[in-house]
């Protein structure tokens, strides 16, 4: 069973930057997703990097400003995250599948495997 643990979130100012860290157990083969849910939002889909070819995809609302990659030697995927907005805020997971073909479509959002999240606040 794939183990996913995110770290990196914190309270930053708007235009701010944050660097978020997913660690699993396994990867090699596994497409990783970034998930975020805002206060009293539903979750949704932020990127997405698939697991053969690193193919990467990012919503509309964070295309430019986020950037995902992936190490699969150190069985981790980080997601770089630039001109942080105060919309930004939300709890962000990661989550494992076996591609990024659905990773816009909740509720599971095309993943088998989700971790527990860390909290990001963009605030002045």
């Known amino acids: 069973q794939l183990q996913l643990v995110e770290s990196g979130g914190g309270l930053v100012q708007p235009g701010g930057s944050l660097r978020l860290t997913c660690a699993a157990s396994?990867?090699?083969?596994?497409?990783i997703a970034w998930l975020r849910q805002a206060p009293g939002k539903e979750r949704e889909g932020v990127s997405c990097?698939?697991?053969?070819?690193?193919?990467?995809y990012y919503a509309d609302s964070v295309k430019g400003r986020f950037t995902i990659s992936r190490d699969n030697a150190k069985k981790m995927v980080e997601l770089q995250m630039n001109s942080l907005k105060p919309e930004d805020t939300a709890v962000y997971y990661c989550?494992?599948?076996?591609?990024?073909?659905?990773?816009?479509?909740?509720?599971?959002?095309?993943?088998?495997?989700r971790g527990k999240g860390t909290l990001v606040t963009v605030s002045s």
């Open positions: 989550a494992g599948g076996d591609g990024c073909g659905g990773y816009l479509i909740p509720p599971y959002f095309g993943m088998d495997y």
């Open positions: 396994t990867l090699d083969s596994v497409a």
């Open positions: 990097i698939t697991g053969r070819s690193g193919s990467t």
